[in-house]
């Protein structure tokens, strides 16, 4: 009733819509004026992509596979640059499993009997954290991967 | 021994829901009269309780980060030397095992309700080993049921072993996925085979992701160029300001040149005097 575009309030769609824009607005507070280098562009232009791709993985939060692996990804990337002499601060839950099964799928190759190796490894590189899943996994994660994208790019900031 | 075998699956497990198990007894208790009362307490489990008592009995550890077909081939491995030990079994150590399983269970059902298609099987699968043999092959049909708990049972003239047996139910639930999938993707047509379905499926995310990205890029630039114009805009400001200021200096200097001028002149004159 008071806003008609978002029809319910905890859904997907407006809980992204809102942290990517409070994201973005942070952004622009940051640099109001600056200097129009490739550099400095290309470095807000980092930054809103990894505001678009962190406020996706937080609206799902841990309940799939992929955004806890892209929470993971961009925890130990920003602690990286934080301190690049730290070790692992990071959990130790989830990450150290993932890695755990990363590490021992790397040397053996998923055959699953099924027959689409090749097929199947492109789309765990494609899909975050598709390196320990099995295909029956895989194809799940898959569609709420794509679920979540059209989200982010049909949402009304403007993407779409 | 009835009033033992209810007694033993309600007390250590009340939180379980008996009703999906019932149809499930009936069913197999007019198959396996003769271990229905052993049996009974295993489908009480849904299942699960075969595989965790030869978890717990064959293997120290049940990690929860345990593949599925991992937890097969174990199962597999010890099914056949269970047969004896099972049997052999008192009720009491039952009741024991499934306590202890129960951690075991608790733990892993989160991570295994996908699992639990194959871990029924295998229970059907060693009932099926357990001697009937052709009875219970000729009087199978295939049932799904409508909850999480799948059992597939095989069909006349194929194969019983549980590889087979669990290939074929990972097969269906791949099926099942892609089938969703390409109800998703646009452009998959139910024609095409898997590998061209798989392929479509790597074209339409690769280029979903190139469109995110391309549209953060025009955010970037949309908000760099709002920046930029604004910033223009302050320097516009910014000029005008100074140029107001400029005419104030001139007039300012232009009243007071002449003091300042003459001052400068009589300096210098006076200079040029002294020499």
Not at chain 1, 12 to 35: E, G, H
Not at chain 2, 52 to 67: H, V, Y
């Amino acid at each position: 009733m008071n806003n008609p575009h978002h029809l319910n309030p905890t859904s997907l769609k407006s809980r992204f819509t809102t942290r990517f824009l409070r994201a973005l607005t942070k952004i622009r507070a940051q640099k109001p004026i600056s200097s129009s280098s490739p550099t400095e562009i290309f470095r807000r232009y980092r930054r809103i992509k990894v505001a678009a791709d962190k406020s996706m993985a937080y609206s799902v939060r841990s309940r799939r596979i992929w955004s806890r692996a892209m929470l993971w990804k961009l925890r130990s990337r920003s602690y990286r640059r934080q301190d690049p002499c730290s070790g692992r601060r990071s959990g130790k839950t989830n990450q150290a499993i993932m890695k755990k099964s990363s590490n021992e799928n790397t040397t053996t190759r998923r055959e699953d009997g099924v027959g689409f190796v090749e097929e199947a490894d492109e789309l765990r590189q494609l899909v975050p954290g598709g390196e320990t899943m099995n295909l029956c996994n895989l194809l799940d994660e898959t569609a709420h991967y794509i679920k979540c994208l059209t989200t982010q790019l049909f949402s009304p900031i403007g993407k779409g | 021994m009835a009033d033992f075998s209810e007694q033993s699956y309600r007390q250590p497990f009340p939180f379980l829901d008996i009703d999906p198990t019932m149809e499930s007894l009936t069913q197999f208790a007019e198959l396996n009269p003769q271990s229905f009362i052993l049996d009974n307490s295993a489908f009480n489990f849904q299942t699960f309780f075969p595989l965790s008592i030869n978890d717990s009995l064959f293997s120290n550890q049940a990690s929860q980060g345990e593949t599925m077909s991992g937890f097969i081939h174990n199962s597999n491995q010890s099914s056949v030397s269970a047969q004896p030990i099972f049997s052999a079994k008192t009720e009491v150590e039952e009741i024991s095992n499934k306590r202890k399983a129960l951690d075991i269970l608790e733990s892993s059902s989160g991570n295994s309700s996908s699992s639990s298609p194959q871990v029924s099987e295998t229970g059907i699968k060693r009932r099926n080993n357990s001697g009937r043999g052709k009875r219970a092959k000729s009087n199978e049909k295939e049932m799904e049921k409508p909850k999480e708990v799948v059992h597939v049972r095989a069909r006349r003239g194929q194969a019983t072993d549980s590889h087979s047996l669990a290939e074929r139910v990972r097969r269906g639930k791949i099926n099942e996925r892609l089938r969703c999938l390409q109800d998703i993707v646009p452009g998959c047509y139910k024609t095409m085979g898997m590998a061209l379905m798989l392929d479509e499926i790597i074209n339409y995310v690769q280029s979903l992701q190139n469109q995110v990205e391309f549209l953060s890029m025009k955010l970037t630039a949309a908000s760099t160029y709002y920046d930029f114009n604004s910033e223009s805009d302050a320097m516009e400001r910014m000029q005008r300001r100074k140029a107001e200021e400029a005419k104030e200096l001139e007039r300012l200097m232009r009243e007071g040149y002449v003091g300042i001028g003459g001052v400068a002149c009589f300096h210098s004159s006076s200079t040029y005097g002294s020499l």
